[in-house]
């Protein structure tokens, strides 16, 4: 046995064998990449790795029989013994392998400590996001911890992954999967998690992940890619503490597709071990593969699809969303993630289009929450969205705010139930409470614009345009929305500044025939200057604006509780009702916001008038106000 290890020593078998396993590993990592940008399938880098290993002991075979000479490779046989070539070629094998070791742990070092500090390009300009929310919360609730501030619980963001699909149309799939671990990793309390609208803001996004953190207050971040192709996927997840801009822990997924349930469920409780956060049982089981929404791909994928067009908002978007997410429940019908976020998708739709029929979707969007409410009566979510259907479109006041209340206690820290809830409280009057909730909605949900928009209209109600201003700049800063120049225009005009206002009018007129246009503009801009004219008294220059209103509401192209807000003014009693009547028909859901109408008997005393206040609903909300006194002003 000595004889022959000292023979293998002598031919350099060994030396072989080390060289041809570090060079081995080195192609894999060259296959790997090469392979991905090439969107080869899974098998190719299987198939090299078994073609390696084949070759490894013929590796060893081949060493042993032949040796490299200064003249070329010759039989062991036939080389003079006397002559030390073997110990020469041995020395020239510990340089090559020397050499690639080095290469080996060059290419560890970058793929550790390298892809955090690159930048491709220069860093846009954003707003200083923490300090906003600090200040926004100021009165209402704690801002975020800053990343690095020595906050008491771990936080985190879910980037977008990185759709690496040949196919571009798989990019709701790379962001379902994103969302779906931040709501996974959202359950679980002592984790602070960012929120989508805050973390997906940054998609394609050229900045460094410490920067990111900076602005979203987190001390972690998640980043990743996802490849599906046929039957496969790859799921590349990286943890990164920005304290250090190091991983904590990152892996490579390469399943079938049909493992993806199980692939979320593993990246969710690595995350979790990794950050070193208890889980109760619940938040355990939670996390656990067998508590996934469905086992169904089909209507999985479809759900994934219909979801990312319903955060697109907009009535096609809406639409086509929904469509999607009822094959998804043909597909699976106890689904019941699908479920409730259709009815979300039907909850939503009148609030884009007039000519929806509220009351069929609403109706349909009910059954299908009080469906998974049966199976769940803590799903938050569902409970959320019958509040929202229970307020805008039932003004069924109280049974909306027990649900409210339940969903806030079991998800306090939700912004979309935060948001949602302020918008109710600011409804009936309780403006106090809305700001608050409003202001925590914010904190948590720092880049949605909507939470700046919602608490500038708050500010405009309490009479403080300064501050409506700074909410409207800021909501434009976000996303330079028709919504959020109407409502910097509404704050000029109720500041008296009136020059500034028909500048910000201008602006908005400026967009006309631009390139993605938003469908409402041409209303947006209608009644901001009904709203000119109105602050000044000049009911004559209102009167147009007021009856391309009417006649667009009679189309169902406008609510007409909205234009019945201008036909007190232009008409009185007499022009408005007819509208109040048909927004009360349609249950329009700005019949019950304060934007038309202060108390009854202060707009008007004509016993017409006061009868409609006190059908069944509007008698409620009424008192209910008036419990406030707080009454609602014309904005």
Request: no cysteine; proline share 5%; glycine share 6%.
């Amino acid at each position: 046995m000595a004889k022959l290890i000292e023979e293998l020593r002598r031919r350099n078998v060994a030396r072989v064998g080390a060289l041809y396993l570090v060079a081995g590993w080195l192609l894999l990592q060259i296959a790997d990449v090469l392979f991905g940008l090439l969107d080869v399938p899974g098998w190719g880098l299987r198939l090299v790795l078994g073609i390696l290993i084949l070759g490894f002991p013929l590796a060893l075979i081949f060493s042993w029989v032949y040796e490299m000479t200064p003249e070329g490779l010759k039989r062991e046989s036939d080389i003079d013994r006397s002559v030390p070539v073997a110990a020469d070629t041995g020395r020239k094998l510990n340089l090559v392998i020397a050499g690639l070791l080095a290469i080996a742990v060059l290419m560890l070092a970058l793929d550790r400590y390298v892809p955090n500090q690159l930048d491709s390009g220069p860093e846009p300009a954003r707003p200083a996001t923490a300090e906003f929310a600090e200040s926004a919360a100021e009165g209402g609730a704690p801002a975020p911890a800053r990343a690095g501030a020595g906050a008491q619980e771990s936080s985190i963001a879910v980037l977008p992954f990185v759709n690496m699909s040949r196919d571009p149309d798989n990019e709701y799939f790379s962001d379902g999967i994103s969302e779906e671990l931040l709501n996974s990793l959202a359950n679980i309390r002592g984790l602070r998690v960012a929120s989508r609208t805050s973390s997906f803001s940054f998609k394609g996004s050229n900045q460094p992940i410490p920067a990111i953190a900076g602005q979203l207050g987190v001390d972690h971040v998640l980043e990743g890619s996802v490849r599906k192709a046929d039957n496969r996927v790859r799921i590349t997840a990286q943890l990164i503490d920005v304290s250090s801009d190091s991983h904590l822990w990152s892996a490579t997924y390469d399943r079938e597709l049909e493992d993806i349930f199980a692939v979320q469920s593993e990246i969710a409780n690595s995350i979790v071990s990794a950050l070193r956060v208890a889980l109760d049982t619940a938040e355990a089981d939670a996390l656990s593969i067998e508590n996934s929404p469905t086992r169904n791909l089909d209507a999985y994928s479809l759900f994934l699809q219909g979801r990312y067009y319903i955060a697109r908002r907009g009535l096609e978007n809406l639409q086509r969303g929904a469509a999607l997410l009822e094959q998804a429940l043909e597909t699976d019908p106890l689904f019941d993630d699908a479920r409730v976020t259709l009815a979300k998708a039907y909850a939503l739709i009148p609030r884009y289009s007039n000519a929806a029929d509220s009351r069929e979707l609403t109706a349909r969007a009910t059954r299908y929450l009080g469906e998974a409410l049966e199976r769940d009566p803590d799903n938050a979510a569902a409970l959320n969205v019958s509040a929202f259907i229970a307020s805008t479109y039932q003004f069924d006041w109280e049974n909306a705010r027990r649900l409210y209340e339940r969903a806030l206690r079991l998800r306090p820290d939700d912004a979309e139930i935060n948001n949602f809830y302020g918008d109710f409280l600011h409804a009936i009057g309780d403006y106090e409470q809305s700001e608050i909730a409003e202001r925590k909605a914010m904190a948590v949900d720092m880049l949605a614009e909507v939470h700046a928009r919602d608490l500038g209209e708050l500010m405009l109600v309490l009479d403080r345009p300064q501050q409506a201003k700074e909410f409207a700049r800021r909501a434009l800063e976000l996303d330079p929305s028709v919504e959020g120049q109407y409502l910097l225009i509404r704050a000029h005009i109720i500041d008296g500044d009136f020059e500034s206002a028909r500048a910000a009018i201008s602006e908005l007129e400026s967009r006309r025939g631009s390139v993605g246009e938003a469908p409402e503009l041409a209303d947006f801009i209608m009644m901001s200057w009904a709203n000119f004219h109105l602050a000044q008294g000049d009911i004559a220059s209102l009167a147009p604006y007021y009856l391309e209103m009417r006649e667009k509401a009679v189309d169902n192209r406008f609510s007409p509780a909205t234009a019945a807000h201008y036909a007190m003014e232009v008409g009185g009693v007499e022009e408005a009702l007819p509208l109040l009547e048909e927004a009360y028909r349609q249950r329009d859901s700005q019949l019950a916001w304060p934007l038309f109408f202060f108390l009854p008997e202060l707009r008007s005393t004509d016993p017409r008038w006061l009868e409609f206040w006190r059908r069944p609903g509007l008698k409620e909300l009424i008192e209910i106000r008036r419990r406030t006194r707080q009454p609602a002003g014309a904005s």
